[in-house]
């Protein structure tokens, strides 16, 4: 092998950090689909919007990343308790409505970005300065705060879903709407529960994306498909799945372009998907 | 009944010969171009019609129409073949993938089909970005030359360098292409494919290949989805696979919002829809930032006030208008 072991380790790290981030966006999606049957094409959206708000409220304002990520957060489940409220409730149970209704929304959230946050790259201050040494290679510290930020959150959702009685509520109505109703579980409640959850996650994962990388309108489209991707690996629904069809898909960005050039790591996701759905429709851990 | 289908059929046919007419009326290359566009939007729109017959949904229409532009663009260029030869191959081309990924894909269900044709069209994209040896990667193809001469008994030679010439290639191609699609919907598959669109396991306990059946729906969608793709490559003599050109996401996007906008449930549903949505953003150019905004906007409020599309409009309106009628003599 010609190439150096730094790169290769550089790129493994940045492989795992992105593939964090690609988590937080797979678990909101499948949140959302799980308890209200809708696939949120415009999760990138909210993604990149949630991205923007931590910029304005770090350059403008100065308030600590840290801060202005959990003011995200917060913002953007306020604007998909809305969402959920103005539009997905009312085409819960069809099927062509809610596609069309989550691509208009990505329509409408992209070119608004552009008019009102323009379409130059911004940047947000970093998570952390400076890098440390492993195995002979420099990594910078971001990395590694980002991946604990994201698997701090992830841990989070995983006790809210086991040991809090809403957390139950939600898995109760994911897997079985009717006997969950019967239980005095109101599927509106849940759905709002949902689209906050997922949203704040997706503004998490923006904000953690956007101090890694640049920011700009378009920059959702990627997270979102490397979601989807995860969630078809993983099996839908499924938490541990998303979090190794996420290690899967963070290498296979981190590494291949490395190893083996851009092109076949542009074609690679599509032939896993492919074969996974060939071998195992439900994905890795999915249920029948 | 019969006199409501033939005055259906004349105004068909008045449409079609001032499509003929259009070049020499408005004697303008920039409306022809966009109707030209126009044209091809309402072939990719139709075809992702003929899917959604079989109940399922394509957000990755764009990335045949990709196939098809660059498979004829490279076909011509690389080797050498006729466009007309070209053509055809792309078309078949991208029938042939649509065939092998059709298996995969139409075996699960529900929104898994969204996704997969979502994922498949970035591939492609992306593929076609980062492949320079083969595509010209982020240079793009460059120089694609326009359809070879042809000579016509009791014509001449034609040739089709000129705007106008080109109008009227499109405009027999998509023609032709549609009556394809509309022969189709009017012949026992349609009632097989409608079959499986209401009750997929009933169709499957009366005999029918259902996943066949599927997968040969898809197939012909994807082939005029790419004839679509090759008439565009010929047609702009360039292609770049950026991620703002005409193969990114945004596209299959408003293909899906031509169909729903237009009427999903009717033949001339997405026809209609397209022409309307282009030509609308056409004379709207000034506010071409705002424009996706706008689309958006129209697909959310389309689906939430009128699901039948423009085209339930009229037969709402009267319906509206005699119940109103009705009730007031009653």
Redesign the interface.
Known sequence: MDLPSQAIWQGFFNGIALGWIYILMALGLTLI?GIMNI?Q?AHGEIYMVGAYVVYYLTASNGVNLFVATLLSMIVMAVFGIFLERL?FR??RGQ???P???S??????L???A??GFGVYERSVPRLSQGSFEIVGSMIPKDRIVAVVCAMTLILVLYVFLKRFKYGQAMVASAQHREGAILQGISPNKMSAMAMAIGCSLAAAGGALAGSLLMLDP?MG?QPL?KG??I??LGGMGSLLGAAIGGMIVGLIDGLVPILF???P???L??II??FI??VR?RGLFGHE | MNRRRLIRMLGIMAFVVFLFFVPVLFDNVYWVSILIITAINALLATSLRTISIVGHFSLGHVGFMLLGAYSSALLVLKLGISFWAAFMMAGLLSALVAVVLGYPFLKVKGIYFAILTLLTAESFRLTAWNWRSLTGGSLGLMNIPSPSPISIPAVGIVTFDSESSFYYLTIFIVLLSLLALYRLEHSHFNFNWRAIRETDVLAQSVGMNVLWLKILNFAIACFFAGIAGALFAHYQRGLSADASSRFGVLTSIYLLVYMVVGGENRFAGPIIGALLITIASELSRSLAQYQPMMIGAIAIITVFLFPEGIIGLPGRLIHWYRYKKNGMSA
Not at chain 1, 103 to 108: F, Q, R, S
Request: avoid cysteine.
């Open positions: 689909f696939m094409f539009l009312h085409v099927v062509l409505s596609i069309v209704v691509v208009g929304l990505t329509l409408i992209q070119s608004g552009v008019a378009f489209t498909l989807l991707v969630i078809v050039g851009p092109a790591a542009s074609l996701p599509l998907v492919i759905l060939v429709p």
